[in-house]
Structure formats: C-alpha cells, structure tokens
C-alpha cells in the first residue's frame, strides 16, 4: 500500500538580523512539491506563520533566535493529513548543517503509517493507543532512521493511562496551564515528567471535560515559557472577573533557595544554584491569586528539598537537602503538592509516572472526578506515603492546603 509521505527539508541563516529557517515540501513516493501546507509557531518564539508556496518552499523567520537555538511545537497542517514522525515537531534545532525531515499521511493512513516508521508492529490493542501521535513525540532517533518509539524506551500504558472515564458536561469556564519538564540542559533528567502531562492533560479534556483550546500543555519549558503560560492564565482568568476557574500543574524539578528557604520551580533552562533562573512559588501563587479567580487548584509534582526523583541531589545544588517553606496561598486556592519540604517526591517506575500524579489520575479515575479536596488529600497522603517506604529509600508525604473557607469540602470536578 502506498502511502502519501510529505518531506520537509529545511535549513537555516541569518538575514537582516533574523534567523531564517528556510525549508521545501515534497510528495516523498515520487519528488513533487506541495503547496498550501501551513506552518506555525508558539507565540513565545516571535515568528509569524507561514505557508508553503506553489513551489512548495517556505521560510520561518526568527527575530528573537539565533543558529543553535531549540525551537519547540511547531505545527504543520494540511487538510486532510497528519504528521507521522511526531517528535521532530516536537522539537528541533535551528542549524546550517542538518535538515527537519517531518513525515505526513493521510488521516486515515497515520496510524498504519507510523507503524511502518516507528516498527512498531505486533503491539496488542492497548499498546495501539499509543499511535495516536500524543505520546510518540520523544523518540531519540537520527533524522532518517526508523526505529524506536516511547513505547520501546520503557513506557507502557499502565491502568490510569486507559479507558479515562468522559464527562457529561462542558466545563467550559475552566482554564488550565500544564508544564511538564523532563529533559534538562543543566540537571538530570525528571522520569516520565511529560508522561505525567500528556495524561493529565487527557484527564482534563476528558473526565474533567474542559475544552481541548482550554488547556495550555507545554514540555520542557523555559524560564520565558513559564512566563508566558503563566501570564497567559492570569490574564484570561482577570478577563472573567470572578466566573472562571483555573488548574495549574506541573511536573519536574523544584529547588530551594538555601538562605530563604523559599521554594522554586525549575525551568529546563534553569541551575539549581541560582534561584533567579527559577519561577518562584511565591510568584506563582501571589500572580495567579490576583486574578480574582472563582477558584483555582495547584498540583504540583515535584519536591523543594532539592533532590530528584531517584532521591539524589540536583547536579547544581551544594549536594545537602534543604527543609523548603511551603508557599504562601493567595485567593480562591487549594494546593496539592507531592511532598513535604525536606522531602523527595519519587518516581513510581511500575507505572511510568510520579508516584504522586499516579494516585492523583487513579483517585480521579476512580471517582469519575466527583471527590472533595479533603478526599483526595486523605487518599494521596494514605497511598503515596505506604508505596514511596517500597519504591523510595525514605517516606514522601503529600500536602494539601486551602486559602477558601471550607476548602476541603469542595469538589475537584
């Protein structure tokens, strides 16, 4: 069977002072060009979108990067047809010497045509999900080699992961940021931190039934990504003075300030020794808290103790744990957080998550989202604490804290 296969070939220079990603769309089976596929870009790189021309060529221009740079989430669409090799849109880097090579079928190809490219085949029904294009986008391959997948790096679905209970109503005027950060320039790396984002994420479009232009998902984001996202969320939570709701989760390192003992979210760009490449948890709670939010919940799996999820310390840190502030609440908020301040929030490697977004996604399962926050506050601190004395050398325990009268009586969904 012949499948329709697009190529993008792409180089880049600098022109005027811009960073120009130049690059050719082809039918793969047979050279011709394509025209009309659209190319965008997060706003946060200040590139505008772009289309490819009758000749099928097109470029992207950069006033704010330079060769060298790591471009995140481009996305290209077609009518009709779908990128197959999902992670080289996931990310690549802009150079002179190598091409972006991004692979289209037709929709109702993609999922055989990415079989074919990922040699995935002989997988059983659940493992088929993952051809869905969500969770192939991490495979560590050169550019013209077809090989390994997520799948084939140790990440298989495990009980959360499927059959994700749908909801029966639109909750239309809720509002989510989901950061995940795994792959980090300077520290080790966080295991199955984007797993725990892109399933969460499904757990809100699905269970939680927010809409999918709700929710903002970003993997290994930068100080500036952050920024942007939590900007992003404060503002359009301000604009429904009081009716909107917002969740903001994340999933990688944290690190502690060891003078102030003040906690920080770590970006992927970010060095455990200087607090100022961190986003302080001060920050985020004073900056979204303005926002006159109905209310606004916080699951935030990572410890401040700076440690990672393997209980080792953070390449940049002084090499001793820190006993971290938790930080201080402010509006209608609710914070869960995966451990205490001295403490290490682990990885439950059985199930390819943090041990703390696993019981969060199986307690949500569980009830079809319909559980008060003291419910699920007494679930997590019962199960993590038990499973982490197994997984972990020591005892992680959950928290949970409210700033809204009442908080643990309210409901999650």
Not at 318 to 341: C, D, H, M, P
């Amino acid at each position: 069977m012949r499948y329709l296969w697009i190529v993008f070939a792409m180089f880049s220079t600098t022109l005027l002072g811009q960073t120009v990603q130049y690059g050719r769309v082809d039918l793969y089976d047979n050279g011709a060009l394509l025209s009309g596929v659209t190319f965008t870009i997060p706003s946060e790189h200040d590139c505008q979108p772009t289309m490819s021309d009758a000749k099928g060529c097109f470029r992207l221009c950069f006033a704010k990067h330079q060769v060298g740079d790591v471009i995140c989430g481009i996305e290209a669409r077609k009518q009709g047809y779908e990128v197959v090799n999902v992670h080289v849109t996931r990310q690549w880097t802009l150079t002179t010497a190598d091409t972006l090579r991004v692979v289209m079928a037709p929709k109702d190809k993609v999922k055989e045509a990415r079989m074919r490219y990922y040699e995935l085949s002989g997988l059983s029904p659940e493992e088929m999900l993952w051809l869905d294009g969500t969770r192939l986008y991490e495979v560590e391959s050169p550019v013209f080699s077809f090989n390994i997948s997520r799948y084939h790096m140790g990440i298989t679905p495990s009980d959360v992961d499927t059959d994700i209970p749908q909801a029966d109503v639109v909750n239309d005027k809720t509002y989510v940021v989901i950061i995940a950060n795994e792959d980090y320039q300077q520290e080790q790396h966080v295991p199955f931190a984007i797993h725990d984002g892109e399933v969460f994420k499904e757990y809100c479009t699905q269970l939680l039934g927010i809409p999918e232009k709700n929710v903002h998902f970003v993997t290994d984001a930068t100080l500036n990504n952050m920024r942007y996202e939590i900007d992003w969320l404060k503002a359009t939570l301000e604009a429904y003075q009081g009716e909107a709701k917002g969740i903001f989760y994340y999933s990688g390192h944290g690190m502690p300030d060891e003078t102030s003992r003040c906690a920080y979210l770590l970006p992927v760009d970010g060095y455990g020794s200087n607090m100022e490449s961190g986003f302080g948890l001060d920050a985020l709670y004073a900056q979204l808290g303005s926002a006159g939010a109905d209310r606004i919940i916080y699951f935030v799996d990572a410890c401040f103790s700076g440690a990672t999820r393997e209980g080792e310390m953070l390449a940049e840190s002084r090499g001793v744990a820190v006993n971290s502030k938790a930080g201080e609440l402010q509006g209608n908020a609710i914070a869960f957080s995966a451990a205490q301040g001295n403490e290490t929030a682990y990885a439950y490697h059985e199930k390819s998550h943090g041990l703390f977004t696993y019981f969060l996604l199986k307690k949500l399962k569980e009830t079809r989202g319909d559980v008060t926050a003291g419910e699920l506050s007494d679930y997590l601190n019962e199960s993590i604490s038990r499973i982490s004395a197994v997984e972990g050398t020591k005892a992680q325990h959950p928290t949970a804290h409210g700033v809204i009268s009442g908080w643990r009586s309210l409901k999650i969904k």
